[in-house]
C-alpha cells in the first residue's frame, strides 16, 4: 500500500479495520521486543538475582534519556500526520529532515557524557557492592547505544506519521530476533567470543540495533513514497525547530518526570532488598507481554487522530477514541485474567528458583494483573493527546500518576502500615485508577480537538505548493 492509499484509508475507512491494520505490526513489534527482554531477562538471571536486580535499577535510567527521543518522536508524528491531513506534504518532510538532525546530535552529546559519569549514576541510585559493579557495566554500554536508539525512533516518528507501522515493524522485528540469537553467545561466550556476563547481554542489543537501523535511516534518504529526509532540509531552521521543541518539551519533560519517578519507586523497592528488586523486574517483564495490544492501539491512534484533525474531521477523531477504548480493555480484561491465574507458573520461569523472589513476584503480578484494563486506558488517553499534539496533558497524566499518586502513596503505606513490599503493589494499582478517572475528565473537556497547526499556515502551504506547479 502506497502513501496515497494510507492516507485515504486512515481519512474514509472503517475506524476498527484502520485501527486493527495499525496497531497489529505494533502489536507483533512490541511482542517480539518484548520476546528480547524475558529472553535477555532468562539469561541474564541464570548470571544470578544480582545481575538482575543491577539490571533492573538502571533501566530507568536508560528510560529518564530515551524520554528526550520520545517527546520529539511525539512531536515529529503529530506534526507530520496533521500536515499529511491537510495536504501539506513538503512541511511535513522539513519536519523530518530536523528531526533527523537534532536528534542525532542531541544523543551523540547525551551518550558520551552518560557514558564517563555512570559509575556516579549507579552509585546515587543506591547500588552498592555487586550491584553496582554490574549496574555500571550494563549502563555504560547501554550509553553507547543511545544514537542508534535515537534514530529508530526518528525513524519510528517519520513512518508512524504518514500511518506506516508496518515497515518499522519489520526492522524492529529483524534487531530483536538476531539480539535474541548474540546475547547467549556474548553473556557466556562461545569460540572466539570471550565471557562477557550482564556486559554481554548490552553489547549485543548495541550491535543487534545498530545494523537494522542503519538500514532503516539510509532508505529514509533514498525512498522516493511518501514523507522522507531531504539533505535540502537538514540543516538548522530555527522555525521548524521551535516548533517541533513547543510540541515535543512537554512530552520529553512528562516522560522524563516518570522515568526519573521509576528511578525513586527503584529505591523504594530496593529498600525492601536485592529479592524485591528482582521480583518487580520480571513482573513488569511479563506485564508488559499482556500490555501489548493496549501499547499497540495506544500508538496506533496517534497518525489516525493527527490526520484526522489535521483534515477538520472531528468527529472521526473520536470515535477512533471511543473504539479504540473498547478494544484495549477487551484484550486487556483476557490478558489480565491468564496473567492472574497463571501468575506463579510464570514467575518460576525467571526466579532461578530463589523462593523469595518467587513469592513477592507472584505476589506482585496477581495484583497488578487487575488493575491491567486500568492501563490499557491510560495508554489510549496518552496516543489520543499525543495524536493530537496537545503534548501537555499527556505530561500532566505521566507526571501526576507517579509524582502526585503513586509515590507520596508509596511513603505514606511504607510510613504508616507493614504491608512491606505490597505497598508498593498497592499504590501502584489505586494511581492507575485515580490516573484515568483525572484523564477522562481532560478528555471530555474537548481542548484536545484544536489543531496544532493553523489555517494561516495551511493556507500559506498552499500557495507554496501551486507557485511550485
Aim: with cysteine; proline share 4%.
Amino acid at each position: 500500500m502506497n502513501f496515497a492509499q494510507k492516507k485515504d484509508m486512515i481519512l474514509n475507512g472503517k475506524i476498527h479495520k484502520i485501527i486493527i491494520a495499525l496497531a497489529a505490526p505494533i502489536m507483533f513489534n512490541n511482542f517480539i521486543q518484548t520476546l528480547y527482554n524475558l529472553s535477555d531477562t532468562y539469561w541474564v538471571s541464570q548470571l544470578g538475582s544480582d545481575e538482575v536486580a543491577a539490571m533492573t535499577l538502571v533501566f530507568p535510567v536508560i528510560f529518564l534519556i530515551l524520554s528526550v527521543a520520545m517527546g520529539m518522536n511525539m512531536a515529529g508524528t503529530s506534526l507530520i500526520s496533521q500536515y499529511i491531513g491537510s495536504n501539506q506534504e513538503q512541511r511535513a518532510e522539513k519536519v523530518a529532515s530536523q528531526l533527523f538532525s537534532f536528534l542525532l546530535v542531541i544523543s551523540t552529546i547525551l551518550g558520551l557524557a552518560g557514558y564517563f559519569l555512570t559509575p556516579t549514576i549507579v552509585s546515587l541510585m543506591g547500588g552498592q557492592g555487586d550491584v553496582l559493579l554490574y549496574g555500571s557495566q550494563y549502563l555504560s554500554i547501554m550509553f553507547l547505544e543511545m544514537p542508534v536508539i535515537f534514530m529508530f525512533i526518528v525513524y519510528n516518528a517519520i513512518m508512524q506519521g504518514q500511518g506506516n507501522t508496518f515497515t518499522p515493524m519489520i526492522l524492529n522485528v529483524g534487531g530483536s530476533l538476531l539480539n535474541v540469537v548474540l546475547s547467549p553467545v556474548f553473556i557466556f561466550g562461545l569460540g572466539p567470543i570471550p565471557f562477557m556476563g550482564i556486559q554481554g547481554a548490552a553489547i549485543a542489543t548495541l550491535l543487534s540495533r545498530a545494523i537494522f537501523v542503519s538500514y532503516g535511516i539510509y532508505t529514509l534518504f533514498i525512498r522516493k513514497d511518501g514523507i522522507n529526509i531531504r539533505k535540502k532540509y537538514i540543516l538548522p531552521d530555527p522555525k521548524v525547530l521551535k516548533r517541533i521543541i513547543k510540541i515535543g518539551l512537554p512530552a520529553s519533560i512528562g516522560q522524563s518526570a516518570a522515568a526519573f519517578g521509576f528511578i525513586i519507586l527503584n529505591m523504594f523497592v530496593l529498600s525492601y532488598g536485592e529479592s524485591a528488586l528482582a521480583a518487580f523486574g520480571i513482573g513488569n517483564r511479563i506485564n508488559s507481554v499482556v500490555m501489548m495490544p493496549a501499547m499497540g492501539i495506544g500508538n496506533a491512534i496517534a497518525p489516525i487522530i493527527g490526520q484526522n484533525l489535521g483534515a477538520d474531521q472531528i468527529p472521526r477523531a473520536r470515535s477512533t477514541f471511543k473504539t479504540s477504548i473498547l478494544m484495549s480493555t477487551v484484550f486487556m480484561a483476557i490478558g489480565g485474567f491468564i496473567a492472574f491465574w497463571f501468575s506463579e507458573s510464570i514467575i518460576r520461569i525467571f526466579a532461578s528458583g530463589d523462593p523469595e523472589v518467587i513469592a513477592l513476584g507472584t505476589d506482585y503480578l496477581r495484583l497488578i494483573s487487575l488493575s491491567i484494563p486500568l492501563m490499557g486506558i491510560f495508554q489510549i488517553l496518552n496516543g489520543t493527546f499525543q495524536g493530537s499534539g496537545h503534548t501537555m496533558y499527556s505530561m500532566f497524566i505521566n507526571m501526576f500518576r507517579l509524582w502526585g499518586l503513586r509515590i507520596p502513596m508509596i511513603y505514606i503505606l511504607g510510613r504508616l502500615t507493614d504491608l512491606g513490599a505490597d505497598a508498593i503493589w498497592y499504590s501502584m494499582v489505586t494511581s492507575n485508577f485515580l490516573i484515568c478517572v483525572i484523564g477522562m475528565g481532560i478528555y471530555l473537556k474537548g481542548n484536545w480537538e484544536e489543531k496544532i497547526i493553523d489555517d494561516e499556515e495551511i493556507e500559506e502551504g498552499a500557495s507554496e505548493k501551486a507557485y511550485a506547479s
